[in-house]
């Protein structure tokens, strides 16, 4: 294979590329995706094949996927396509999957951007949180407020009327994707430097909140206690594989397009290893906040004579973060402020993963057809916002579950990951790809 030596746009620095590469995979997938996935399979026993996937599976195909970026220079479907024409299909498969995820993921950044403006007026115009309440009333209002009021939810799979007050915060998390990524990679990298460590700052602070309310100790326990029958059954692990996947952003042909940036003389394995232990360490902090919050609603309620177990006092899916941080934000002193900080970190946190969404569809487009980047961009953000306008209906939470249990079912990542492997693995010579990510 021949290594394209005409000169392209470069990460500025090792730093910036790791930052980027974090920013990418740290995203809402670790404080919304994963606690929502460990609560629905089994609590702590989710973690055995959490961490198993991700290091069976999850570092070394990020080493893989660094590798083909690196060597090829050309992002996903490209870079398939020059180990064979054949491939070049699964390059775009990823990238399908991609514009599907681009298409939900700034929805809930578009929810955590409301819940921001909620904040903003609570600590400015003095106003009580929407949400707050402390005791057994605060978990009521944290549910009522999340699914009545703000979602208009009804449970069946109708759409159902199209939620105004949440048009401006989706167009707006465009808005801000649109800025963060038009000047091109030099100019992420330069964002990522606040949008990677201000959330972890901030995910301590809950944490520890979180584990000094009483009763938290009973979602520990859920959090941490391995239920094994769960480990039983091969949708725990369909799950948990499929959740290291998504939260790695591997097989999106984001990686691949990110390490296709990357110096000719980078650390390959280095940065995978990081990158990988950073995503897992996040993961398993926001677990320890949202887990313990949930204890400590499920003893508000045993308080109030009316004891609900941890496994049911938020109803599970997609919505649960969305319901037990507000409700542990609104435990703090001075919650206002504190829900701004919390807010403000999810949307740095969020926008980074979907501006990467983003460019990895735009530079597979860009690299295929030559179009303008300043054309294509624009257009597909636009798509991508109208066919967000579906999940902020009525019915939209429903269809959010929907898809995003697709992308993590059997034909979305998972078919990719494993069609991946057996491509490089097996189709093309591996050995080539090893000798370079170990060069
Ligand atoms: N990894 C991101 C997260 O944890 C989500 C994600 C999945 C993603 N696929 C992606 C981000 C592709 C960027 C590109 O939130």
Redesign the pocket.
């Known amino acids: 294979m021949e290594i394209r030596e005409e000169s392209r746009e470069n990460w500025g620095t090792r730093a910036g590329f790791i930052l980027a590469a974090v920013g ?7 404080l919304w ?1 994963f606690p929502y996935k460990l609560y629905s399979f089994g609590g702590g026993a989710f973690l055995i094949p959490y961490v198993f996937a991700l290091i069976a599976i999850g570092i070394p195909m990020m080493i893989l996927e660094f590798s083909l970026g690196h060597i090829t220079q050309r992002a996903a479907p490209d870079a398939f396509g020059r180990l064979n024409r054949k491939f070049e299909v699964v390059g775009w498969w990823a990238i399908i999957l ?1 514009f599907v ?1 681009m298409t939900y ?1 700034p929805v809930i950044l578009a929810y955590c951007f409301s819940f921001l403006w909620y904040s903003l007026k609570g600590a400015f115009l003095k106003q009580a949180l929407p949400w707050a309440g402390a005791g057994i009333e605060g978990v009521k209002n944290a549910n009522d407020f999340f699914y009545n009021q703000f979602l208009g939810y009804h449970q069946d799979l109708t759409l159902g009327a199209l939620q105004p007050s949440l048009i401006l915060p989706l167009a707006l998390t465009w808005l801000a994707a649109y800025l963060c990524t038009f000047k091109g990679t030099k100019h992420v990298g330069r964002v990522v430097l606040l949008t990677v460590p201000l959330p972890w700052i901030m995910l301590l602070i809950l944490t520890v909140r979180g584990m000094t309310l009483p009763g938290s100790a009973h979602g520990l326990a859920f959090y941490l206690n391995p239920d094994w029958s769960e480990l039983a059954e091969p949708t725990t692990w369909r799950y948990a594989f499929g959740q290291v996947f ?4 591997l097989a ?1 042909g ?1 990686m691949i397009t990110y390490a296709s940036f990357l110096h000719r003389k980078s650390d390959l394995n280095n940065n995978a290893a990081i990158v990988g232990l950073a ?1 897992l360490a996040t993961s398993f902090i926001a677990g320890l906040a949202v887990f313990s919050t949930l204890g400590a609603m499920s003893f508000a309620s045993q308080q109030a004579g009316n004891p609900i177990p941890v496994t049911e006092v938020v109803a599970g899916g997609p919505g649960l973060t969305f319901v037990a941080f507000p409700y542990a934000l609104a435990q703090l002193p001075a919650a206002p402020w504190f829900s701004i900080l919390f807010f403000v970190t999810l949307v740095t946190l ?1 926008i980074d ?2 501006f ?2 983003s460019e ?1 569809v735009l530079a597979a487009i860009v690299d295929k057809t030559g179009w303008k980047r300043s054309i294509v961009l624009p257009s597909i953000m636009l798509i991508g916002f109208l066919i967000g306008l579906v999940f902020i209906t009525q019915g939209g939470l429903n269809w959010l579950g929907i898809i995003d249990g697709f992308i993590n079912g059997t034909w979305g990542i998972a078919f990719i990951g494993c069609l991946e492997c057996l491509i490089l693995g097996w189709l093309y010579r591996i050995d080539r790809l090893r000798l370079h990510a170990n060069d």
């Open positions: 990418s995979a740290v995203g809402l997938g670790n995706g991609s995820i993921y998504f939260s790695l952003s999106f984001v995503d969020g993963s979907a990467s969404i990895s």
